[in-house]
């Protein structure tokens, strides 16, 4: 690895924190599994956000999309955001989905001043829910316009079948639903996000 390449994710991992992650780690490509079974999980019945939204299945290239595009990239950031577990259950889960997608935008952008210029942002959850839930419909979808909101969503992860189980183990994290405690006491999980870079 270049020295010029060290740096620039050293800087790149600072701004993760800058933003608000919890962690962040620079990891090669051929660390991201990525499997179909995962993928189908966002089919109906499992998924009620089936199909509403660019950013989720029919309307992404899938794991074998994704495989493709791994082709082209060589490192990849992956950040983390540590949440308390009882949140993802309340009406607390948009504000922290949303939070990773603005994250995983903001660490976009922060790569291509950097010089990553192809560099491709992912995040969890339908950005249908999470940021038009007050419109009928996706207006990329439904009406085959412009999105919303550009400068935060980004896809799901989901619909292109990477496992954030493994994704985090790369990173040398593990991803703890219900299982880490703070010094408090409070049960934490873990949510994250990933920006190829190129």
């Known amino acids: ?17 800058q933003l608000g992650a919890s962690g962040a780690a620079v990891i090669d490509t ?15 019945p499992q998924c009620e956000d089936y199909g509403l939204s660019a950013g989720c299945p029919p309307h992404v290239s899938g794991p074998s999309g994704f495989r493709e ?20 259950f309340s009406s607390e889960y948009g504000d922290w989905f949303r939070l990773l997608h603005q994250m ?12 990553f210029g192809a560099s491709r942002a992912f995040a969890g959850g339908s950005c249908k829910r999470l ?15 412009e999105c919303r909101h550009p400068e935060s969503a980004r896809p799901s992860m989901s619909g292109f079948g990477i496992n954030a189980s493994k994704l985090m183990e790369a990173a ?7 299982g880490e ?3 408090g006491g409070t049960p934490m999980a873990t949510i994250c996000g990933l920006v190829l870079l190129g």
């Open 131 to 145: 940021f038009c839930a007050d419109h009928a419909h996706c207006r990329v979808v439904g009406e085959g316009g």
């Open 30 to 44: 051929t660390q991201i599994c990525v499997e179909d079974s995962l993928a189908n999980l966002c089919r109906p």
């Open 104 to 115: 995983a935008a903001g660490m976009e952008r922060s790569a291509v001043q950097a010089g």
């Open 181 to 183: 405690q703070t010094p």
């Open 1 to 17: 690895m270049e020295n010029d390449d060290r740096d620039r994710f050293s800087g790149l991992i600072e701004q993760a924190y």
């Open 69 to 88: 595009l791994l082709k082209g990239f060589e490192r990849a950031l992956v950040f983390k955001i540590d949440v308390p577990s009882e949140s993802l």
């Open 172 to 178: 040398g994290w593990s991803l703890e639903l219900c």
